[in-house]
């Protein structure tokens, strides 16, 4: 259930904007938000991060799309 007030964006939006905020997850379940750039490429919203950045490679797995095989 979505957070009260909370407004959930069209992809529309999404692929408007140059950067957006993506959830990962730790094991115990604590949500991390981080800024991430983000592209539209035809009907996928295409995102990244800096190459140093923590969360290349140690988010992938623990991601919400990726948990749903988006």
């Not at 529309?12 to 997850?25: I, K, P």
């Amino acid at each position: 259930m979505p957070d009260a007030g909370v407004t959930t964006p069209s992809f529309a939006d999404l692929a408007a904007a140059q950067y957006v905020l993506l959830s990962t997850f730790r094991k115990d379940g604590t949500a991390v938000a981080t800024a991430v750039w983000a592209v539209a490429d035809g009907d996928r919203l295409l995102v990244w991060t800096a190459t140093g950045s923590h969360k290349v490679g140690a988010s992938a797995p623990r991601s919400a799309d990726h948990a749903r095989g988006v």
